[in-house]
């Protein structure tokens, strides 16, 4: 559904992104790791429109996205939310939702209903400014106001930046360790989690996933890509993303 090849990003002279590569299809969701630095966001803003791409192609279901300018990408199918949320705090919860639909000129039906089936929390705080929310609370509000525009294809920047703690930086037990004990988590992140699993199990949408928390993507994944110094330098099934990977690649 959604392909990148051969993707070339550069800042004021600097490559940062170098021939990145990879897919993504419908009802799958692939996690795109690496450290601080090595070009995961700027990939997600090359798919947006709000980075130039040097060279390389980005198609969504056989639309050529090169070229578009952001807002006609967001119509072909792309949904993103960015690190930082990006919600308008002094909006009440309502309102932030209605604008996903309004950006699209969409009327919401039972659209809203599907969502806050997927986030309950929000339900209760329909009538608060987003603004007073948690940071996972704001999160929960960001994907689902993504999601009320109809993607195809759901862009994720660090879903769980603030709520949990890094577990890549304490990688002291195994990769089989932490699948063994199953996903651990703060309750907003569980729920984030739990949203993305049903979403994928619906089949209807792709998420690309730019994430640190390991044990997140270990439970939300199906496949993953690696990148280092902005290329891309493995891929696989999230269940061959080993120890020997995470401590050459992830660790801090």
């Known amino acids: 559904m959604l392909t990148l090849t051969n993707l070339h990003v550069s800042y004021d002279g600097s490559r940062i992104l170098r021939d990145v590569s990879l897919t993504l299809a419908r009802g799958e969701v692939v996690c795109l790791m690496g450290r601080n630095g090595v070009g995961k966001t700027t990939t997600l803003k090359a798919i947006t429109g709000l980075v130039g791409v040097d060279s390389g192609d980005i198609t969504l279901d056989d639309v050529q996205l090169s070229g578009l300018k952001t807002d006609a990408r967001a119509r072909a199918g792309l949904g993103y939310v960015p690190q930082g949320r990006d919600i308008f705090p002094n909006l009440t919860v309502w309102e932030n939702l209605r604008i996903g639909a309004i950006a ?121 890509y690696i990148m280092d110094r902005g290329a891309i330098v493995a891929s696989g099934p999230i269940a061959e993303l080993g120890e020997k990977l995470v401590k050459e690649h992830l660790t801090v």
């Open 104 to 224: 699209q000129k969409r009327k919401l039906n039972g659209e809203v209903d599907r969502v806050l089936e997927l986030f309950p929390v929000l339900k209760e705080m329909l009538q608060r400014k987003g603004g007073v929310l948690s940071g996972g609370q704001q999160q929960q509000l960001a994907i689902a106001r993504a999601l009320l525009t109809a993607p195809k294809v759901l862009l994720l920047d660090e879903p769980t930046e603030g709520i949990q703690p890094n577990i890549i930086d304490q990688i002291g037990e195994t990769i089989k360790t932490l699948r063994s004990d199953g996903f651990q988590a703060e309750p907003t992140a569980r729920e984030i989690g739990d949203a993305i699993q049903k979403l994928r199990r619906e089949g209807q949408i792709g998420i690309l996933l730019v994430e640190q928390y390991l044990d997140f993507c270990l439970a939300v994944g199906d496949r993953f």
